[in-house]
C-alpha cells in the first residue's frame, strides 16, 4: 500500500491550504487515516485523523477550529482543509494509515502506512 501526500506549499499567516493523501489501494474499509506533523528535532504531532468506516473525525485542541478532515471514497483520498494558517503550523506533514482503527488514533506508533510527507510553511 503506497500513501501519496501532496499540496503543502508557502503561505502568508491567516490564509489557507489544502492537502490530500491518496492511497494505492482501498483497504482501510475498517480502518483510519490521519494526518501527522513534524518540525525539526521533534517527534510527529498529531493533528487529524479520519474513521474510514463511520467517518468520525478527531482534531488536535490545536488545530480543530481552523482544520477540517474530509474524504473521497471514490478516489481512497482523503484531505485536510486548513484554514487561518499560523507560523506555528509550519511543519512537514505526512498522512498515515491503519488497516483497523485504533482508539489510540493520536499515536504515531499505531499506523501500518505512511506517505512520504508534504512541507507546510507559513510565513510572511
Known amino acids: 500500500v503506497q500513501l501519496q501526500a501532496s499540496g503543502g506549499g508557502l503561505v502568508q499567516p491567516g490564509g489557507s491550504l489544502r492537502l490530500s493523501c491518496a492511497a494505492s489501494?482501498?483497504?482501510?474499509?475498517?480502518?483510519?487515516m490521519a494526518w501527522f506533523r513534524q518540525t525539526p528535532g521533534k517527534g510527529r504531532e498529531f493533528v487529524a485523523a479520519?474513521?474510514?468506516?463511520?467517518?468520525?473525525?478527531y482534531y488536535a485542541d490545536s488545530v480543530k477550529t481552523r482544520f477540517t478532515v474530509s474524504r473521497d471514497n471514490a478516489k481512497n483520498t482523503i484531505y485536510l482543509q486548513m484554514n487561518n494558517l499560523k507560523p506555528e503550523d509550519t511543519a512537514l506533514y505526512s498522512c498515515?494509515?491503519?488497516?483497523?482503527?485504533?482508539?489510540?488514533?493520536?499515536?504515531?506508533?499505531?499506523?501500518?502506512?505512511w506517505g512520504q510527507g508534504t512541507q507546510v510553511t507559513v510565513s510572511s
Open positions: 489501494t482501498r483497504t482501510f474499509s475498517q480502518g483510519s
Open positions: 479520519l474513521r474510514w468506516g463511520n467517518g468520525a473525525k
Open positions: 498515515a494509515a491503519r488497516r483497523i482503527h485504533s482508539v489510540q488514533y493520536y499515536n504515531p506508533e499505531n499506523y501500518d502506512y
